[in-house]
């Protein structure tokens, strides 16, 4: 089955303690990205990457690191997480240009306390 | 920098009804694709409109685009208690790197 997984679902952590949210997609597409979702904010792009060891800042990236090593994997990586990055949290995938539809992973929903 | 604002916030409307859902945006676009999430899970493709269409159908979804107004709105005609969902339109600003999404409508579907 075509999908983006992401894991965990859920997080909770404290101030100042790295973490990692997983990325995968099987669906050979060369572009992914992560988003945050915020009440009343939408969604806003962190970082996007056009293909693998390609990755560039979106909307929000203080904060966020990202790295693309494999086409199918893209993690978030929050060295040091503070409470403003509670949020929920998309990854997306999708083939070729803006006129591709994208493909959501179920969400991580991230507390930092 | 938000590209899209869905009109209304939230709709509320009985089972059969249908809802129609806007969207306005602010710069050129290529194309304008309208998603749908349920509460808190990932987003979900609905449908894709480009510039050069002002009117694409599938199933119960009609989708309308007015360039020089720049808005676009998304009619359910027929409504079922299962679309109640999140509805938010996501415009390219006519880049090629990202989809710039609005704040969405929050559609309530009473059965």
């Known amino acids: 089955e075509a999908q983006v997984t992401q894991n965990p679902r859920y997080l909770i952590t404290v101030t100042g303690k790295k973490l990692t949210v997983t990325c995968s997609q099987n669906?050979?597409?060369?572009?992914m990205s992560w988003y945050r979702q915020d009440p009343g904010l939408g969604l806003r792009q962190i970082y996007y990457?056009?293909?693998?060891?390609?990755?560039d800042k979106g909307d929000v990236p203080e904060g966020y690191k990202v790295s693309r090593k494999e086409k199918r994997n893209f993690p978030l990586i929050l060295e040091s997480p503070s409470p403003n990055q509670t949020s929920l949290y998309f990854c997306?995938?999708?083939?070729?240009?803006?006129?591709?539809?994208?493909?959501f992973g179920s969400g991580t929903q991230l507390s930092v306390l | 920098s938000q590209q899209g604002e869905e009109d209304p916030q939230a709709l509320s409307i009985q089972e059969g009804e249908n809802a129609t859902m806007n969207c306005s945006y602010k710069?050129?676009?290529?194309?304008l694709q309208w998603y749908r999430q349920n509460s808190g899970r990932g987003l979900v493709h609905l449908i894709l409109?480009?510039?050069?269409?002002r009117e694409k159908h599938s199933g119960r979804l009609r989708v309308t685009l007015d360039t020089s107004k720049k808005s676009s709105s998304l009619l359910i005609t027929a409504s079922r208690a299962a679309d109640t969902a999140s509805y938010f339109c996501?415009?390219?600003?006519?880049?090629?790197?990202?989809?710039?999404f609005g704040t969405g409508t929050l559609l309530a579907v009473q059965p």
């Open positions: 997306a995938s999708r083939f070729g240009g803006t006129n591709e539809k994208l493909f």
């Open positions: 669906m050979n597409h060369e572009y």
């Open positions: 990457s056009m293909n693998v060891e390609v990755t």
């Open positions: 710069t050129s676009i290529n194309n």
């Open positions: 409109i480009r510039s050069n269409e």
């Open positions: 996501a415009t390219d600003g006519g880049a090629t790197n990202k989809l710039i």
